[in-house]
């Protein structure tokens, strides 16, 4: 292989621009020439390629979002899509692609892997909800993120004897949740994975923890739980101060919990993972995920990775819940 592309895909994360470097570097010292693919599979398909030199990834390792932007495609989807997309990496000699992004993304790299054209999976987003790995580039900075805003929710909130919901991300899954419900002390914690109810999880957990003299109260909700038609989180901020008298309010955190600076974390998964890519495709092997197994870097055959599952930490949700 003497020539390759990289793209990242999906909703960006902070870690995708270390990731970029590390696969830019690896690629170079290999002697293989890069061709960076702006705003993933949408530019694949119109021709939105740039060489990419060790100069030009030098000053973008402690940056978040991803610089080679990011997309979602439902053309790509088709076959004619992809066909145009083949036919653009073949004009270049693109032998084989790193694409960074979450299972959408690898969808797409298992069918363009399919129709000949090499790919390799690395899992950036912030919701670690890829089944295959432990670990999603990203996830780390994010629960920073949201325990720092958490502070400063609790220092009103414990001035003003308050409960304060507050949604974080994570799509249909509980990780950033839960993770940062721990770091956080919540009161309680509400995860699409584990069923809840409003008087045991949220009015009982209140109640027990005003009886030991607490008087403030952070409960942390996952997206899955309480966006898109769902009940809000100030809708149980309402029922909440209806049903026991404290002033509750609520705060959906949103976008900042995407971008920020990656945390040391972040970068030294992404700078291994980036680089384990480089290397399989060098070695003439594509159609592969690359993943974090109990601190390890690994990899699995997308097929399989797409199959597997992941269920969410009882241990941890009992520090919370329990
Ligand atoms: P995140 O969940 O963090 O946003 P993601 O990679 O799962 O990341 P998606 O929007 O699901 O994000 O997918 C990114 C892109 O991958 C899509 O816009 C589409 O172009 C491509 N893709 C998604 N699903 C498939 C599929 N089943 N087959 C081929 N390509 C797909």
């Not at 690898?106 to 295959?132: K, Y």
């Not at 972040?266 to 690359?290: E, F, H, K, P, S």
Request: with cysteine.
């Amino acid at each position: 292989m003497k020539t390759i592309g990289i793209l990242t895909s999906g909703g960006d994360s902070p870690g995708m621009n270390p990731a970029v470097r590390a696969a830019v570097l690896a690629a170079h010292s290999a002697g293989l020439t890069v061709f960076g693919v702006n705003r993933g599979y949408a530019g694949m398909m119109e021709n939105d390629f740039a060489e990419l030199s060790p100069a030009y990834v030098a000053d973008i390792v402690n940056r978040g979002g991803t610089v080679l932007y990011s997309a979602r495609s439902k053309e790509f989807c088709t076959e004619d899509g992809m066909t145009k997309a083949i036919a653009n990496c073949r004009s270049r000699g693109i032998e084989g692609v790193v694409v960074i992004g979450g299972d959408g993304s690898f969808r797409g790299a298992r069918d363009l892997s399919e129709r000949g054209l090499p790919c390799v999976g690395v899992p950036g987003t912030i919701d670690n909800d890829i089944a295959c790995t432990d670990y999603t580039i990203g996830y780390d900075t994010c629960l920073n993120t949201i325990a720092d805003m958490v502070d400063r929710i609790r220092d009103t909130s414990y001035s003003h004897d308050r409960v304060m919901f507050v949604e974080v991300m994570g799509r249909g899954a509980g990780w950033l949740a839960l993770t940062s419900a721990v770091a956080s002390g919540a009161t309680a914690v509400l995860l699409p994975e584990i069923e809840w109810d409003f008087d045991r999880d949220v009015l009982a957990a209140i109640r027990r923890e005003q009886a030991q003299g607490k008087r403030y109260f952070i409960i942390i909700a996952a997206e899955g739980c309480t966006a898109d038609g769902k009940e809000s989180v100030d809708e149980l901020a309402k029922r909440t101060q209806a049903a026991t008298g404290l002033e509750s309010r609520s705060v959906v955190l949103g976008h900042v919990q995407r971008g920020g600076i990656p945390t040391v974390r972040d970068r030294v998964i992404a700078a291994q993972m980036g680089t384990r890519a480089v290397q399989l495709l060098q070695d003439g092997i594509g159609n592969r995920v690359v993943a974090l197994k109990a601190e390890a870097v690994v990899d699995y055959d997308i097929f399989q990775a797409l199959k597997m599952s992941k269920s969410i930490d009882t241990k941890l949700y009992a520090l919370v819940n329990g």
